[in-house]
């Protein structure tokens, strides 16, 4: 009885051993996608730079004195989200611009004439729907809440190179 008892003991350590070395090679054979540097967390300087672009708006249209174009020491040692490595850079006629909204933040950029939709962060309690991101003449996204029901729909045109946004909510 205790020979059967030990036999049983040894052979789930082994099954153990073996899942536990099976799952560290399938992790490291494919699992890269998950460690690489677009999934690193951000240094100081980037959470500094994110945050100047979420609180001026003018940071996220580029406009002079804002942190894309440095008029002050402590501006020229960060760099513009859109300079943050592991995210596209923007070509170089580019404007880009942060719309805040109760339903969510969009960021959205001009190419030229052509309006294109960054990203776009749903706020709590909500989702995002019917995102029709560009590049395009008009690019939009709804933010959709279901409790209570709401929906906030932004729409971004380019108006001389910039992002012109129109934010309209519908009960």
């Known amino acids: 009885m205790i020979g059967r008892l030990a036999l049983a003991i040894a052979g789930w350590l082994v099954a153990a051993v073996l899942a536990s070395g099976a799952g560290v090679m399938l992790i490291s054979l ?52 859109s300079e943050l490595p592991g995210r596209p850079s923007p070509g170089p006629e580019t404007r880009v611009r942060l719309i805040p909204t109760a339903g969510g933040h969009v960021i959205a950029g001009c190419e ?17 729907d019917d995102v029709e991101p560009g590049p395009d ?19 971004v045109r380019c108006v001389g190179g910039a992002p012109d946004a129109r934010v309209t909510e519908h009960d």
């Open 30 to 81: 494919f699992g890269g996608h998950y460690t690489d540097a677009a999934n690193r967390p951000m240094t100081p300087d980037e959470v500094r730079s994110a945050l100047t672009l979420s609180r001026d708006p003018r940071a996220a249209s580029g406009s002079p004195g804002s942190p894309s174009h440095p008029s002050s020491p402590n501006a020229a040692s960060s760099p513009s989200p």
């Open 112 to 128: 030229g004439d052509l309006a294109r939709l960054r990203s776009w962060t749903p706020a709590q309690g909500f989702q995002a």
């Open 137 to 155: 003449d008009k690019v939009r996204v709804k933010f959709e809440s279901d409790d209570p029901d709401i929906e906030i729909e932004v729409e």
